[in-house]
């Protein structure tokens, strides 16, 4: 096995969401004339318009935690590995910040259009809540909006609570009246998308919105794709993709692939010749989807066509080693793992992702494939990959057990066993998204006494009601 280390930047965007407005305006627009064409949003729920506000000095400083590089990483087998850099925000390491900014932005200029006020509730696994409480503060602390018109809910699994970040929201009592973290008790992580829903029609059948306050359900995939439109952007100009080229994969950690989704939507834009000073990419680039054997439905349904749970393949105990080994040949799976159900991280909790069935046909249309990696397989490579990432910034803590956040590792892993088991093709530049990598050292945890525990859709809403007259 040969791998060889390199270590140039090839680009470093400290405000990408700033300095690539245009083209995102552009796919606002895109993604307004889909909905328009569908008909979204047919019970009448609340979502701020899908168009950015003027870039205003503030507003810019504001934007100013988007940052976003393109690095050299390593050349591994004759395939060259890049990082797509999404992790520039120090107050949340993850590449949620960038959706979280823009869909903060589109609140502030509802409530600058209308003068209403706003009300974010979202159910989250931990990193969603995480950037959308920092970006809420930031338009509190840029002066785009005061403390009394623009607040937020959100709701999380009580075993995420290890994924849980403090931040200025959490500062004081004040604050976290007004902008509380709700710890749900669901009886699988998922679950707290059905307790939110059912907790905001029932603060609005309370009258919330006859309040003064608008309810903002905000799980929708739109928001994410058009924020992550972004990194087709920043790949333009650091790497473009030209005619003749090396086959070309990104590589992501999913759990639902909405950033995959997004970067398509910025190639989207990027070929329509709209976006000046940036060029048209000569191809589109193929997909890898990584992810872990808890929640492996996107890769099932990609190459077994269901996301049904009993299509892993089977696996057979080592009474010796004490270790689970795949008893197929499909290298596309764990070769050993603690444990067949093993989750390494909670961030990762969608089953059967709706966006299967988009990412399925992006990939049967432009090439990739996916994989699912275990524990055991990660911790084998975590040596190795401290020593990739330390040159680009990056510490891993010497024990793994300290990391809170784990797709960067999955990621990196993931690249690497596809690499060798020959399931991506010779010679190919793989761009791996870098979305997510913390420690509650890096990221100091939040307490539990600062949250609320809820255990039914009742509670919440009295949580929502009591945040807006907070």
């Given amino acids: 096995m040969t791998t060889t280390h390199t270590s140039p930047v090839r680009l470093t965007r400290d405000n990408a969401i700033a300095h690539h407005y245009r083209g995102l305006g552009l796919a606002a627009a895109a993604i307004r004339a889909e909905r328009a064409e569908r008909a979204e949003d047919p019970d009448g729920s609340f979502t701020p318009a899908f168009t950015l506000p003027p870039l205003t ?60 006020r706003i009300l974010i509730l979202t159910p989250t696994s931990g990193n969603k809540g995480t950037a959308l409480r920092d970006a809420v503060a930031r338009a509190h602390s840029h002066g785009l909006v005061g403390t009394d018109r623009l607040r937020i809910v959100t709701v999380t699994p009580r075993q995420s609570l290890s994924k849980l970040r403090d931040g200025a929201l959490s500062a004081d009592e004040d604050a976290r009246r007004a902008n509380p973290v709700a710890l749900a008790d669901v009886d699988s992580p998922a679950g707290v998308k059905d307790l939110a829903s059912r907790a905001a029609d029932l603060a609005r059948a309370a009258g919330i919105d006859r309040s003064g306050w608008r309810l903002w359900y905000s799980l929708d995939l739109d928001n994410y794709r058009l924020a992550d439109a972004a990194r087709a952007f920043v790949e333009a100009e650091a790497l473009p993709i030209e005619a003749g080229g090396p086959p070309r994969l990104h590589a992501h950690a999913v759990s639902s692939g909405y950033g995959l989704l997004g970067y398509h939507l910025g190639h989207r834009i990027l070929t329509s010749r709209q976006v000046p000073g940036l060029p048209v990419p000569a191809g589109h680039p193929g997909f890898l989807l990584v992810q872990q054997l808890a929640t492996p439905d996107m890769v099932l349904s990609l190459l077994r066509g269901s996301p049904a749970p009993e299509l892993l393949p ?157």
């Fill in 314 to 470: 089977p696996y057979v105990l080592d009474p010796v080693s004490g270790l689970y080994h795949r008893a197929d040949d499909d290298q596309a799976f764990p070769a050993v793992t603690h444990d067949p159900h093993e989750r390494i991280d909670p961030t990762f909790y969608t089953r059967a992702p709706v966006t299967s069935p988009q990412i399925n046909a992006l990939i049967g249309r432009h090439g990739g494939g996916g994989i699912v990696v275990s524990l055991h397989e990660c911790l084998a490579f975590y040596p190795r990959l401290r020593g990739l990432l330390a040159p680009l910034g990056h510490e891993l803590p010497a024990d793994p057990r300290d990391l809170r956040e784990w797709s960067l590792v999955k990621a990196v892993t993931g690249v690497h066993l596809a690499i060798e088991r020959g399931l991506v093709p010779p010679a190919a530049e793989i761009v791996i998204h870098g979305s997510g990598l913390y420690t509650d050292h890096l990221l100091a945890p939040l307490s539990p006494a600062r949250t609320t525990p809820v255990r039914t859709a009742h509670e919440l809403s009295r949580l929502l009601l009591a945040a807006a007259r907070a």
């Fill in 57 to 116: 000095p503030e507003l810019t400083a504001y934007f100013g935690a988007s940052g976003m590089s393109v690095q050299d990483l390593v050349t591994h087998r004759d395939r060259r590995l890049l990082l797509l850099d999404l992790m520039g925000n120090p107050e949340t390491r993850t590449t949620k910040t960038f959706a979280s900014l823009i869909m903060v932005a589109r609140a502030v200029e509802h409530i600058r259009a209308t003068g209403e």
